[in-house]
T-cell receptor, first 115, second 114 residues
């Protein structure tokens, strides 16, 4: 089984709809992240969480919210979807360990189309 | 603020030829540096990473990268490419110890000619 899973893998929605993307991990990592990928722009950070009580905004948080339900679960919500939120969304996890050298591990991505 | 520049949007290489993908970074402190690969329709897979020590790092699939502090570069190399190396390659920089996410370059699309 994959260490970082995302559901759904593909989603089509309409403008104005609320949508939630979910991420689960079995790596036991405390830190989780949401990125979006747009063609020609690479990945950009939306939100990140150090633990269930610590949520931080990333570079492009406007229009998004998150919930850290447990150490293993981190959800991204679009309260009112708009077409320019059409993108590929990635969840990632990391754990600094004892020497603070952390590596991020990515899920397979959720492809979202907002009509 | 940190940033990553991948100057080449597309690179075409013949199968069996050598490859070098360029990455330049801007970061105030000593960086953590990463190369990820994204195959068509797939997620991101870590190729290699540099934290400290030997500036030439070896990764998976025969890739290596060299950290050059004086040039703020972390170029990815492979001596002989295979058709299966066709993919999107991303360079990223992250903070030491902190965890406020990675900053990615815009990616280089690698095309392999037969």
């Amino acid at each position: 089984d994959a260490d970082v899973t995302q559901t759904p893998r593909n989603r089509i929605t309409k403008t104005g709809k609320r949508i939630m993307l979910e991420c689960s991990q079995t790596k036991g990592h405390d830190r989780m992240y949401w990125y979006r990928q747009d063609p020609g722009l690479g990945l950009r950070l939306i939100y990140y969480s150090f633990d269930v009580k610590d949520i931080n905004k990333g570079e492009i948080s406007d229009g998004y919210s998150v919930s850290r339900q447990a150490q293993a679960k981190f959800s991204l919500s679009l309260e009112s979807a708009i077409p320019n939120q059409t993108a590929l969304y990635f969840c990632a996890t990391s754990d600094p360990g004892t020497n603070l050298q952390e590596t991020q591990y990515f899920g397979p991505g959720t492809r979202l189309l907002v009509l | 603020a940190q940033s990553v520049t991948q100057p080449d949007i597309h690179i075409t290489v013949s199968e069996g030829a050598s490859l070098e993908l360029r990455c330049n970074y801007s970061y105030g402190a000593t960086p953590y540096l990463f190369w990820y690969v994204q195959s068509p329709g797939q997620g991101l897979q870590l190729l290699l990473k540099y934290f400290s020590g030997d500036t030439l790092v070896q990764g998976i699939k025969g890739f290596e990268a060299e950290f050059k502090r004086s040039q703020s570069s972390f170029n990815l190399r492979k001596p002989s490419v295979h058709w299966s190396d066709a993919a999107e390659y991303f360079c990223a920089v992250g903070p030491r110890g902190g965890a406020d996410g990675l900053t990615f370059g815009k990616g280089t699309h690698l095309i392999i000619q037969p």
